[in-house]
T-cell receptor
Framework: KQEVTQIPAALSVPEGENLVLNCSFT??????LQWFRQDPGKGLTSLLL?????REQTSGRLNASLDKSSGRSTLYIAASQPGDSATYLC???????????FGEGTQLTVNP | NAGVTQTPKFRVLKTGQSMTLLCAQD?????MYWYRQDPGMGLRLIHY???????AKGEVPDGYNVSRLKKQNFLLGLESAAPSQTSVYFC???????????????FGPGTRLTVL
């Protein structure tokens, strides 16, 4: 059974700092990996999707990498801002179906 | 283009009552999903649908039923609500076909359900 783990569970940083969020998964047979952002009381907003054949994806200050063989992905946020404060979730889509398996998320707080 | 919408946003039920949650998407997606989100458990798939008229069980289907009579709508029903079904319910949709085949899932804003 696929398991997705995100470390750390919570992270607090000063504004302007570059930071890395980690995601690991137990079964490397994935189709893609998706990073989401969730604000308190809100739904999930898709940030980046990496296909299993890709190594990284970039969108603005965000860069996500994927090392499928080691079962790891990282989300790099450059020059963090207070508006980046949210919970970040990673999820993997398994090759055999269309379901997403989610990690429990990293709660990020960026202090002004 | 509203994306994925859910109604209602909040609901309080008494044990044993029934209700239906409605999800609608305007992106012409084939696949639709219902998840529940609980503290310490993450998001778990309840049921999903790969097209109009089809449904399939996910990870935690017990106590729920679903219907996909129209491509744009996916209904989640609770026949006899229990306190263990207190949760935040999210609907999502994705396209599994097309030139990009990215399969990105788009989520609705959620329904917060409390069962007393």
């Amino acid at each position: 059974k696929q398991e997705v783990t995100q470390i750390p569970a919570a992270l607090s940083v000063p504004e302007g700092e570059n930071l890395v969020l980690n995601c690991s998964f137990t079964d490397s047979a994935i189709y893609n990996l998706q990073w989401f952002r969730q604000d308190p009381g809100k739904g999930l907003t898709s940030l980046l999707l990496i296909q299993s054949s890709q190594r990284e994806q970039t969108s603005g200050r965000l860069n996500a990498s994927l090392d499928k063989s080691s079962g790891r992905s990282t989300l790099y946020i450059a020059a963090s801002q207070p508006g980046d404060s949210a919970t970040y979730l990673c999820a993997v889509k398994e090759t055999s179906g269309s379901r997403l398996t989610f990690g429990e998320g990293t709660q990020l707080t960026v202090n002004p | 283009n509203a994306g994925v919408t859910q109604t209602p946003k909040f609901r309080v039920l008494k044990t044993g009552q029934s209700m239906t949650l409605l999800c609608a998407q305007d992106m012409n997606h084939e696949y639709m999903y219902w998840y529940r989100q609980d503290p310490g458990m993450g998001l778990r798939l309840i049921h999903y649908s790969v097209g109009e008229g089809t449904t399939a069980k996910g990870e935690v289907p017990d106590g729920y039923n679903v219907s996909r009579l129209k491509k744009q709508n996916f209904l989640l029903g609770l026949e006899s609500a229990a306190p263990s079904q207190t949760s935040v319910y999210f609907c999502a949709s994705s396209s599994e076909t097309g030139p990009k085949l990215y399969n990105e899932q788009f989520f609705g804003p959620g329904t917060r359900l409390t069962v007393l």
